[in-house]
Each structure stands twice: as C-alpha cells, then as structure tokens.
C-alpha cells in the first residue's frame, strides 16, 4: 500500500512529472487525430471507389467491341456465384471526347472523359452512382429523362445556386435565349452576300438546332462535377464560423453537349451525337467527377456498332457484380476465375483496380505512425532522464524505506508503479484531448484558418467539403497500450538503479 500512496505523493508535488505527462499526453493526442483523419480518407476513398466500380468487375480482353450473349453470361454467372451475389449490370466503356459551350453561347470547353453506358435499371442495384445524383426523384429511381425543377441548391454545404430551374424549366429559357440570338445574328447578316467573310465566333453559324429545344431531348447523359464546374471557390462565414462552397457552374441539366467516341469497327471511325444533360453527379472523387460520364446503354451500343457479326447480338465490355454483404469478394472473384478463361476475360475486385491507392495510403499512414513513434520514444527518454535525477535526489529516502524494512524488489515496484500512473494519465488526457481534437475538428480548422489567414482544408485540394474523420477503437487501444508501455519502459532502470542503493551507506553520507 505504502508504494502506490508514494506514487501518488510523487505525482501531486513533484511537478517536474508534469513535463512527463504532458509529452505522453500530446503524443497520445497527436497519433489519435492523424490516424482518425487517415482512416477516414481511406474510408472516404474506398467507399466511393467502391460506390462507382461495384465490388468485382467483370471485363472482356477485346476492349474495344466486348464480348456478346450478355443473357447467357449473366446466367452462367449467376451459375457459379448465385449463392454469393445479389444483382449484376451490363457497361460498356470507351474513351471519348466532351464539349459544349459555356452558357450555350459562350466558348467551347472540351473534356477527355471515359463514356460508360449503364442499364438505368439494374445499375443503382450494383453501385452506388444513385447517391451521387443531384436530383432526389433520381437517386431513388436512376432515369435519362430530363427532370422538371427540383435539383438539389444546397447539399453537404454546397451552395450552387445556378441549380435552382435546372431542368425543363431551364431548357426552355435556354431555347428562348438561342432563338433571342440567331434572330440578331441573321439581322445582322442579312444584308452580307454569300461570299462575305463571318466572324467565326459568332455562335450559332454552324450548329443551328434542328428541333425544337424548348419541347424535345436528346439522349440523357449524367456528368460529373468537375467537368460542369469552371470554379470552386471557398468561403467562411464571419458569424457562424461555417464553411461554405460555391461552384460556377457552366454546365446545369438541360444543356446539351457533344460526345466524340471511336466507333467498335476495325479500324475504327471516329463519330460523335449530341446528348442532353439530364443530372450531375459528385462522388468527391476528382477522377471519377471529372473523368467519366453516363449515357444509355443501348444508345452507346447503337452509336458505336457494338454488333457480333457471328450472332448478331450487341455487346458490352464489363459486367459490374454485386456481393451479398459479409461475402468474400475474392471468392467471388476466384470462382469466376476457375470458370472463365483468362484469354478472353479479366475478373477483378474494385480493390484489385485500386491496389496502387490503397497501398499508397497504407504506407503513408505507416511512415507517419513511424514518425509518431519517435516522438513517443523521446518522451520515454525524458521520462528516463527525469527518473534518474529523481532516484539521485531521493538516495537519502531511498535509505531510510530500506532501513525501516522495505526490500530492494519493493523500491524498484515504486518506480515501476510510478512510470506506470505517468503512461497512464498521461494516455487518458491525451485519449481525452484527442478524441475532443476529432469531434471539433471542423470549428478548429475555421478557427486556424482565421489565425492565419488562409483555408487550412481547400475542397479544391483534397476534394472533400468536410475532413474526414474515423475513431477506430483497436487503433486507440493501441495507441493507449503502446504509450503505457514504453513509460513503463523508461523507468526499468532508473527503477533498478534505485534498487541497488545500499541503506547503510546512504544514510552514512
């Protein structure tokens, strides 16, 4: 008993320990935030990886045509995997090219993006592409027909105003507007001959529509984002503290674009359609916001010749699958493995396509924990040094305790137990201070980003509105266990130091 009461004492007066308890403290801290915010741009990462690719990709060699009889394939799939598997889709990818002009009068922008035509019907049961859509009767039943009014203005601290009339309401002001401009155009040119030169900027020269905008669609395709946004800006309410993000928008559902495509004959051909921008979409991922858009399946097969000559069927390039939750995904993947050949097909997990990233964040999260580590480590020697000057300084009572009968065993259990209640009040703040760091994590980067007069976390950079955070208990646990541990290992030998010290001689000098 008389050892813990003498670690206490130590612990109230001695206020040398504080120092101790403060480096175990923010080490603590430290290592809970940064693995919190890691982990959750892992988690963040993964899951829209995840929501975009389903959970095993199923994709023909021949990437250019596919491969034909999805019937069949879906049916001998579900032959092999049916007991692991909920729903699969047909795709078909091929790299393209977009353009349309800003505000449908200005100048033209051009995007390479990857086109995948997706089955509006079975697509939302695969991947999570509905939750990214702007319009709410969208994410609940994925459609290509331009919606009326009704798109999200303001979603997960977004503000885009421009998407108030997106839709039929604004495609018809659109269409009013063109007519506004061709009738100017054509009375300022109505005097010219055939022969007079024209400003080849003037809009509307060579691509007057054919049909009537204000009541007609072409094609839907969905777009992402990044290829609608020309600016993201930032801003922090003086008020509230509140971080609000704004997009220019040039690109709002109801505007028609162009695709160019290469066509699936051999050589190919290059052809191009105009589509009807029905929705955008934003995973928060910037190669997927900006790099692919979503257009008919049958109208991408169509446009592009995906035809079996042998059979006569139309083709796809991939077959996106959906596990059953808790399944083993490399089981299903291994299965369809062992059925199909290699030389015609590629069978692969969303994580198998992401491993490069996921790797990269695994050794980046290991370097910083290393990092971390060696900040602990220097606590320990601090706690080492500070033991030391402290069995040097208490020699004299060391003496008496072993006078009055107290065993060198029991005097090295003191510093032991001492190390001990350092590692862990110090772990408890730091357990404290850290999780407090992670819940208020937002308000503290407005508040650092007022101190220094910039945006400590920029969307534009990091591509999320919010850091993401994630508590992971065996993580924390860990952490704890780990800090405890080396405090306890710092005081191994100022404990045995102070074991050794002989009562007699002590009290003598």
Not at 6 to 21: D, P
Not at 230 to 246: A, H, M, N, Q, Y
Request: glycine fraction near 8%; include cysteine; charged fraction near 20%.
């Amino acid at each position: 008993m008389y050892k813990l009461l003498l670690c206490w004492r130590y612990l109230l007066t001695r206020f040398i320990a504080l120092a101790s308890v403060a480096s175990v403290t923010l080490g603590v801290a430290a290592m809970i935030v940064v693995n919190a915010v890691m982990l959750g741009f892992t988690k963040e990462m993964t899951d829209r990886t995840q929501g975009i690719l389903g959970d095993v990709i199923f994709t023909s060699r021949d990437l250019t045509k596919g491969f034909p009889h999805y019937d069949w394939h879906r049916k001998k799939i579900f032959e092999v995997v049916g007991d692991l598997i909920e729903e699969l889709t047909p795709t078909a990818v091929t790299e393209g090219m977009l353009s349309y002009r800003i505000g449908g009068i200005g100048e033209q922008i051009t995007f390479q993006v990857k086109i995948v035509g997706i089955d509006a019907s079975t697509q939302a049961k695969v991947s999570k592409i509905a939750t990214y859509l702007q319009h709410p009767e969208n994410r609940k039943l994925l459609s290509f027909d331009l919606r009326d009014d009704g798109y999200d203005v303001q979603r997960e601290g977004v503000d885009r105003e421009e998407m108030r009339d997106a839709g039929w309401g604004y495609r018809r002001w659109r269409a009013a507007q063109i007519k506004h401009w061709q009738r100017q155009f054509e009375s300022q040119h109505q005097t010219e001959t055939d022969d007079s030169p024209r400003d080849p900027f003037t809009p509307f020269q060579n691509d007057v529509p054919v049909f009537d905008m204000a009541r007609e669609q072409h094609a839907g395709i969905i777009v992402g984002i990044g290829v609608s946004s020309l600016r993201r800006t930032s801003t922090i309410d003086p008020e509230t503290g509140e971080k609000k993000v704004e997009d220019s928008l040039a690109l709002l559902p109801g505007d028609d674009v162009t695709l160019g495509f290469l066509t699936a004959d051999l050589p190919p051909r290059v052809g191009s359609d105009h589509f009807t921008v029905v929705d955008l979409y934003e995973s928060k991922m910037w190669q997927y916001d900006q790099g692919f858009v979503f257009v008919p399946l049958e109208k991408l097969q169509q446009l592009r010749g995906m035809m079996d000559a042998d059979s006569g069927s139309l083709t796809v390039t991939q077959i996106l699958i959906k596990a059953k939750p808790g399944v083993d995904i490399n089981m299903v993947r291994d299965r369809l493995r062992e059925e199909f050949p290699a030389t015609l097909y590629s069978i692969t997990t969303w994580q198998d396509d992401t491993r490069q990233m996921l790797d990269a964040f695994a050794t980046e999260l290991a370097m910083i924990n290393v990092l971390l580590f060696l900040i602990f480590a220097v606590a320990g020697f601090g706690i080492l040094a500070i033991f030391y000057m402290i069995v040097i300084e208490k020699q004299r009572d060391i003496g008496i305790l072993k006078a009055l009968g107290a065993s060198s065993g029991g005097v090295m259990q003191i510093f032991l137990y001492y190390s001990l209640l350092l590692g862990s009040v110090g772990s408890g703040l730091g357990l404290v201070a850290g999780l407090l760091f992670v819940e208020y994590i937002k308000e503290i980067a407005v508040f650092l980003g007022f101190i220094l007069q910039r945006d400590i976390f920029s969307p534009e950079v990091y591509s999320f509105y919010e850091i993401p955070t994630v508590v992971d208990v065996p993580t924390v646990i860990g952490i704890i266990a780990g800090a405890i541990c080396i405090a306890v290992a710092a005081g191994v030998l100022p404990a045995m130091r102070a074991a050794r010290v002989h009562p007699v001689e002590t009290l003598r000098s």
